[in-house]
T-cell receptor, first 117, second 112 residues
């Protein structure tokens, strides 16, 4: 099956700094990538949808200037948490979908645990 | 708005016990319904799906039936194994753009 990787798997950063999380589709071209956030005991919350070569579409309530998403190639999308604060600590998960995939064929990365101190 | 509600976990069962994880949804249209599974340290994987009312999705001994009248999509398995220990997510999608709406997840722990 299709493989999606995320890097890093865990990151600890200080409050006020920025951190970048990468999401890569390893064996297919991902025309669409999704970024989710998961709180403990909570569901995955979709943050934004990014299509290769165009601006990301953010869900209501998600600050686009704080969570910068770039999808510059068909195999890589990045999420940058700018000026991170402790409340940004969470588990961030990406998923990817190819051009010819069925609408429900999304492949998920293993997630990145962000801790802001 | 659309939403998905799952029974709270964790659910702890002995090997070979029967499993039911309840899932109900609220939707304005006619979504497709999914169960995803997340094994420890891995990404979510699609377990099964159903695209219309009365459809039954099945995979690896798990089943779920799309019940429009009760707006439910309960996950069932007749005999669980230790290897089924994971977090299970119910989700819906309108298949437009691939946007998924997830329930909060239910952790299943199967003891030998």
């Amino acid at each position: 099956g299709a493989v999606v990787s995320q890097h890093p798997s865990r990151v600890i950063c200080k409050s006020g700094t920025s951190v970048k999380i990468e999401c890569r589709s390893l064996d297919f071209q991902a025309t669409t990538m999704f970024w989710y956030r998961q709180f403990p005991k909570k569901s995955l919350m979709l943050m934004a949808t990014s299509n290769e070569g165009s601006k990301a579409t953010y869900e209501q309530g998600v600050e686009k200037d704080k969570f910068l998403i770039n999808h510059a190639s068909l195999t890589l999308s990045t999420l940058t948490v700018t000026s991170a604060h402790p409340e940004d600590s969470s588990f961030y998960i990406c998923s990817a979908r190819g051009l010819l995939a069925e609408p429900d064929e999304q492949y998920f990365g293993p997630g990145t645990r962000l801790t802001v101190t | 708005g659309d939403s998905v509600t799952q029974m709270e976990g964790p659910v702890t069962l002995s090997e070979e016990a029967c499993l039911t994880i309840n899932c109900t949804y609220t939707a304005t249209g006619y979504p497709s319904l999914f169960w995803y599974v997340q094994y420890p340290g891995e990404g979510l994987q699609l377990l099964l799906k159903a695209t219309k009312a009365d459809d039954k999705g099945s995979n690896k001994g798990f089943e779920a039936t799309y019940r429009k009248e009760t707006t439910s999509f309960h996950l069932e398995k007749g005999s669980v194994q230790v290897s089924d220990s994971a977090v299970y997510f119910c989700a819906l999608s309108y298949n437009q753009g691939g946007k998924l709406i997830f329930g909060q997840g239910t952790e299943l722990s199967v003891k030998p």
